[in-house]
């Protein structure tokens, strides 16, 4: 029998539902039952495919190539359960589905409306592609009190109706700001919050309840009282130090344990949280720390590389020691020399990223690396970046440049038209949507023997995520290793390079896939680990 928890958010966005689900994905793992968690967001977005990172944050990838919410993202790194295209949807998506269905006659000369036909769409997902999970955790994106998300919240509400009570559970995550002048919490935007939900005929179960600081028993019991839950009910979400510090916090304030009460279970078996709370020992006394500078585009929106940046962190847990990021624009180094930036750091990362901006800085900052055998990462746009740097300096192809940018005349990155995936051949063109028309997904790499790649897989054939629309152009392969660049990593059929390296440099290494995307804190992505080593190993040398 599945059971469906519901995690909706008040008063302001960005508390952190994400992450609350994920960790409640994991303490219920811990106590041995399998999940699903999957995210219902209210924009009219298809995906957030199309989305500017500063919109909306990473899109994170799925094996299956799916586009989704940076919060998948967090489902997967907490839990480990693989996300699929099935956990993530949007408003564009369900009225896209309603419309077609209306098209082909589906609903025999309805009238097509909100109610029924939209949420009914909404409640197919949920239920769609369970398995046999014990719990499946859906977040509704945005805030209570969003127009855009009121099909979502009537559809759980039916949903959980039909579900009966002893089947679904709803978790409202709210804010308890501190006023300084007056020395207390306020609980009204939580009171107000919990009515609005009510009015939409949503009694809320639990209430998670974010703050900078401990919530006193009398503002509980006041919560309590006003929003019609009981006070074990109302559960502390207080801010920490990290992020994987909060499966152990939400455990001691008895969230989980909640959960499990409402649905019958017993809870006198404590779940093993051990592992959780080594990371946070790891992250409190680490035995040193690196300096990564992350060359991007998009710096100024960390959440723009979120995976990434998690990535590095768990090369972090791996090695035993903190990993300072130092983010930079790229296009500081258009009019400024690297050095003074970059001198100081134990391994540079370049990134993906879309379009010309900054493209020049990027391949600065790669010359540098290189040149000072400073540890490099390339990822996706990061290791084109490296070809064409590789390119115009060591095999003396001055021209060297990218398709993505406009003509040139030695298009060492070029249009992606025509790959294989599966049994199946896709095509895409310069007309092509940009919406889900790029290589996505999981796709194979075979590794060449003895290169430092295939020694940090310990694997003849392995699997990455990509996303992209250019690739590096194995036309150019034989000038590029003769210059001494050498491939690797590359598509099976050999026609799409997927690895580069330097074996005369300490640590330099571009992928064309997104490593960050399967890396997870108990589970670090080999890449990771071993840059992270060099860097380490840098460090004692300077």
């Known amino acids: 029998m599945t059971r469906f928890v519901f995690i909706t958010g008040g008063v302001v966005s960005s508390l952190g539902k994400g992450i609350s689900s994920a960790a409640l994905g994991a303490l219920l793992q811990a106590r041995g039952f399998k999940v699903r968690l999957r995210k219902l967001d209210p924009y009219l977005n298809v995906d957030p495919g199309t989305m500017s990172p500063f919109q909306h944050g990473e899109v994170f990838v ?74 499946v955790l859906c977040e509704i994106g945005g805030t209570v009190g969003d127009i855009e998300s009121l099909p979502f919240l009537e559809a759980i509400r039916q949903k959980a109706n039909e579900l009966g009570r002893d089947r679904a559970v709803f978790v409202h995550l709210t804010l308890l700001p501190h006023i300084s002048s007056a020395g207390e919490l306020k609980t009204k935007p939580t009171q107000h919050s919990v009515k609005e939900l009510q009015s939409l005929g949503i009694q809320a179960d639990i209430l998670l309840c974010r703050s900078d600081r401990e919530i006193p028993d009398e503002a509980r019991r006041k919560i309590a009282l006003f929003c019609n839950v009981p006070v074990e009910c109302v559960i502390a979400a207080p801010d920490v130090g990290t992020i994987y510090e909060v499966p152990v916090v939400y455990h001691e304030q008895g969230f989980d344990v909640q959960v499990c009460k409402h649905f019958g279970i017993d809870t006198e078996v404590e779940p093993d949280l051990g592992g959780w709370r080594r990371i946070v020992e790891t992250i409190r006394k680490p035995e040193g720390k690196v300096t990564i500078a992350v060359v991007g585009k998009y710096t100024q929106l960390p959440d723009a590389y979120k995976s990434l940046a998690e990535a590095l962190n768990h090369g972090g847990f791996a090695n035993n020691v903190n990993v300072d990021l130092n983010w930079i624009d790229s296009e500081i180094f258009e009019t400024e020399d690297a050095v003074h930036h970059l001198e100081s750091v134990e391994g540079i990362l370049v990134p993906g990223g879309f379009g010309e901006r900054g493209a020049e800085g990027k391949i600065a900052a790669v010359r540098f690396a290189r040149e000072r055998k400073v540890p490099y990462f390339g990822i996706c746009f990061g290791m084109q970046m490296a070809v064409i740097e590789a390119a115009r300096n060591m095999a003396g192809i001055a021209r060297a440049g990218s398709t993505e940018f406009g003509p040139t005349p030695e298009p060492v990155v070029g249009l992606l038209t025509e790959w294989k995936r599966g049994n199946t051949v896709e095509r895409r063109n310069v007309e092509s949507d940009l919406g889900g ?103 004692r040398l300077v």
Request: aromatic share 10%; glycine share 8%; charged share 25%.
């Open 62 to 135: 799925t094996d299956d190539g799916a586009e989704t919410d940076l919060d998948l993202g967090h489902y997967e790194r907490f839990t480990g359960v693989p996300a699929r295209r099935s956990d993530n949807v949007t408003t564009g998506r369900i009225y896209s589905t309603v419309i077609a269905r209306e098209r082909r006659g589906d609903y025999l000369g309805a009238t097509v409306q909100v109610i029924p036909h939209v949420t009914d769409a909404i409640k197919e997902f949920i239920s769609d592609d369970i398995g046999d999970a014990d719990f």
């Open 437 to 539: 028309s790029m290589r996505l997904g999981a796709y194979p790499c075979r590794m060449k023997p003895g290169t430092l790649a295939h020694e940090i897989y310990g694997a003849d054939d392995i699997s990455e995520r990509h996303r992209h629309r250019y690739e590096v152009n194995i036309n150019y392969g034989p000038r590029l290793e003769a210059a001494g660049l050498v491939f690797s990593g590359l598509s099976p059929d050999g026609v799409l390079p997927e690895i580069i390296e330097l074996p005369d440099h300490p640590w330099f290494i571009g992928v064309q896939f997104h490593p960050e995307l399967k890396s997870k804190p108990f589970d670090p992505h080999p890449l990771f680990k071993s840059f992270i080593q060099a860097a380490v190993e840098r460090s």
